[in-house]
């Protein structure tokens, strides 16, 4: 009995310390990302995420899609947010609509501020005062393997997204976006089914033997 009630406290004591642990910001490597509210439908409901310039970068930060986030070979579609210096907080809305996904920086729907995009989706940093123009993506295959761009997130539904293009440690801009979520890559998934499978297994094995 008292071998129960001491692994019951620790596993509560484990719980606990993830469920502070999930309300952190910890460093991500995630490249591609998606919202945490899927509510959005046919009907004009939007998901809003809330993006903050705290930083005097001269360009412009946004969201962009490739052809096959499992496997991508290229960007397909770039939807600038914000140029700086400029806007300090910008929403961007999403709707579901006839199974396809439109993003736009109002909810008026009407086909003029409005374009097709995908539910997977990365961040870009566009630095404009370079000659010519300089483009960081999430996804470092697109920047010759390096990445420029570091995110911490809480892991719950905002992430901080910082450019280092120099590489010198300096983050300038910095950006907040929240209602996202990292999506897991595809070996990361087939990891963790895996590790289930083998759960599973295990626990089937003993329960026969008693």
């Known amino acids: 009995m008292k071998k129960v009630m001491v692994k019951g406290l620790a596993l509560a004591f484990v719980g606990s310390l993830m469920m502070v642990g999930s309300a952190m910001a910890l460093p991500t490597s995630a490249d591609y990302w998606t919202l945490t509210d899927f509510t959005t439908g046919v009907d ?7 993006l903050s310039n705290i930083s005097g970068f001269e ?7 490739v052809d096959d986030y499992t496997n991508p070979t290229a960007v397909d579609v770039e939807f600038k947010v914000f140029s700086y210096p400029g806007s300090v907080w910008q929403s961007v809305f999403f709707k579901q609509d006839a199974g396809s996904t439109l993003i736009s920086l109002d909810n008026t729907w009407d086909g003029l501020n409005d374009v097709a995009f995908n539910d997977v989706f990365g961040f870009y940093f566009k630095d404009t005062a370079a000659t010519p123009d300089e483009t960081y993506y999430t996804d470092a295959q697109f920047n010759n393997g390096t990445d420029y761009i570091f995110i911490d997130f809480n892991g719950l539904s905002v992430a901080t997204i910082s450019l280092d293009a120099n590489l010198d440690g300096i983050f300038d801009p910095t950006v907040l976006a929240t209602d996202v979520a990292p999506v897991p890559e595809p070996a990361t998934m087939l990891l963790f089914g895996s590790g289930l499978a083998g759960l599973a297994g295990y626990g089937r094995r003993k329960f026969r033997k008693k």
């Not at 360009?59 to 899609?65: A, I, R, W």
């Open 44 to 50: 004009g409901e939007t998901t809003e995420v809330k």
């Open 59 to 65: 360009g412009e930060f946004g969201f962009y899609t």
